[in-house]
C-alpha cells in the first residue's frame, strides 16, 4: 500500500526535525557572534542564551507534536477487541468459504457498539434470526471471485460475521499476530444489504440527502448481473480495501493512537489528515457537510456544488470523499470493480424523474495515476 516503509517514513521526519534543530543552532551562533563582537554585557548575553535555548525547546517539541498526527478514536476499540488477536482464529485456516462465516457473537457484539459510540450511532445490532439463506447468497458472493483478487481474499479475509441492525452496510476489523497486521474480519447487515446491486448503492448513495423529488441512480451491473449477491460482492470488496491498506501499510495503523497521512504516497495531495482534505479550502468546500446515512443535505439545493466539482478531483466516488481511509476502499474496489473487471459504474441525477446530470465512477481519470499503480502493485505480488 504505501510506498515507503515506516523505517524511512520516521526517518524523513527525523531529517527534517534536525534540519529545524540545526538551523535553530546556527542562529544561537550568529547571534554570539554578534553579541562578542559588538561586546555585549554578560547578563545580556545569559539572556540571550536562554532565550534561543527556549526556542529550540519550542521548535523540538512543536514538531514531535505536529508530526505525530491527529488522535485516533479506535485505536482501543481495535487493540482490546478478542477479535483482532490471531490466537481467536488458531485452527481455523480452511480455505473453505463457508467455515468462515459467523452468526454475530458476543465478541462481534461488543466490537460493533463499541465502534457505533464512537461515531456516534445508536444502534446496537442483534444475530440474524436466519443465517442460512443469506449465507448462500454470501457464498455466491465469495465464490465469484477470481484472480489474484480471489487470492488476496483467501489468504487475509479471516472471518464474515453477518448480523442486523448494524448502523449501515458493513465494517470490518484487522487482526493481528506478534504485532503485525496480517488480515481482517469483516461484519455485515443483512437487512441493509438485502437488495439487488443498484437497489444497493442507489440506496447508499441517497442516504446522505433529504428526500424529496430530486434522486440519485447508480447502476453498477447489467440487468442480468443486478443480484444481491454481486452487491454483496462489491461491499466486501470495500470492506476488505480497509483490511489492505493496514496490510499492505498504504497509510497510518489503524492501532496507532496517532495517524497522519501527510507522507503517505497514496494520499499525497488530497488528504491533509483522516477527515482533512486539501480540497475542502477552495475546490470542494461543501465536502465536510457529507456524512452517509444521515439524510442531512437536500439534494436539489446542492448537488451542482457537489458532483460537478467531484467529477474533477483525484476522488472517484463521493463515498472516497467521506475520509481518508474510504478513500483507499472505495478507490480499491472502483479498480477492481471498473478496471479489472470491466464493469459499469454510472451515477444520474435524477429531478421528477428525468435525468439532469451524469458522471460515471472516477477511477480512470489521469487524477489517479498514481493510485492506480499503487492497487496495480498490491494485485501483482
Given amino acids: 500500500m504505501k510506498s515507503k516503509s515506516i523505517t524511512l517514513f520516521f526517518s524523513f521526519r527525523f531529517f527534517a526535525m534536525q534540519r529545524k534543530i540545526l538551523f535553530v543552532l546556527a542562529q544561537v551562533l550568529h547571534i554570539q557572534s ?3 563582537s559588538e561586546k555585549k554585557s554578560k547578563l545580556k548575553t545569559e539572556m540571550c542564551r536562554l532565550f534561543v535555548v527556549f526556542i529550540l525547546i519550542f521548535e523540538i517539541f512543536y514538531s514531535c507534536k505536529e508530526e505525530a498526527g491527529d488522535p485516533n478514536p479506535y485505536a ?38 463499541e465502534l457505533n459510540r464512537v461515531d456516534g450511532f445508536t444502534e446496537s445490532p442483534s444475530p440474524m434470526k436466519d443465517l442460512n439463506i443469506f449465507k448462500t447468497t454470501l457464498l455466491d458472493a465469495l465464490n465469484s471471485q477470481t ?28 487482526i493481528r499476530k506478534d504485532g503485525k497486521s496480517v488480515g481482517g474480519f469483516v461484519i455485515l447487515d443483512a437487512n441493509t444489504l438485502n437488495r439487488n446491486a443498484n437497489d444497493w448503492i442507489s440506496y447508499k448513495e441517497n442516504s ?21 449477491a454481486n452487491a454483496l460482492r462489491y461491499i466486501l470488496l470495500h470492506e476488505f480495501g480497509h483490511i489492505i491498506s493496514e496490510t499492505e501499510k498504504i497509510g497510518p495503523s ?16 488530497v488528504w491533509k489528515s483522516e477527515k482533512v482534505s486539501y480540497l475542502d479550502d477552495s475546490v470542494f468546500t461543501i465536502r465536510p457537510q457529507i456524512h452517509f446515512y444521515s439524510e442531512s443535505l437536500p439534494l436539489e439545493d446542492n448537488w451542482e456544488k457537489i458532483y460537478p466539482i467531484l467529477s474533477q478531483t483525484p476522488l472517484p466516488t463521493l463515498y472516497s470523499a467521506t475520509n481518508a481511509d474510504d478513500f483507499f476502499a472505495d478507490s480499491f ?3 477492481v470493480h471498473v478496471v479489472l473487471e470491466k464493469k459499469p459504474w454510472e451515477l444520474e441525477i435524477l429531478k421528477n424523474n428525468k435525468p439532469i446530470f451524469k458522471m460515471e465512477n472516477g477511477i480512470r481519470n489521469d487524477s489517479l495515476q498514481s493510485q492506480r499503480k499503487i492497487i496495480e502493485r498490491i494485485l501483482s505480488q
Fill in 147 to 174: 484472480g489474484t483478487v480471489a487470492t488476496l481474499l483467501k489468504k487475509k479475509l479471516f472471518r464474515i460475521y453477518v448480523c442486523e441492525n448494524l448502523g449501515g452496510s458493513a465494517v470490518s476489523g484487522i
Fill in 76 to 113: 482501543d476499540v481495535l487493540s482490546s477487541s478478542p477479535l483482532s488477536k490471531m490466537e481467536n482464529y488458531v485452527g481455523l485456516e480452511s480455505e473453505d468459504w463457508a467455515s468462515k462465516i459467523f452468526n454475530l457473537d458476543k465478541h462481534a457484539l461488543n466490537y460493533v457498539k
Fill in 333 to 335: 474496489v472502483s479498480y
Fill in 254 to 269: 489503524f492501532f496507532s493512537s496517532k495517524r497522519s497521512f501527510a507522507n503517505f504516497e497514496f494520499y499525497q495531495g
Fill in 208 to 228: 446522505t440527502f433529504q428526500k424529496g423529488n430530486t434522486k440519485i441512480r447508480i447502476r453498477i451491473e447489467e440487468e442480468k448481473q443486478n443480484t444481491k
Fill in 34 to 36: 554578534r553579541m562578542f
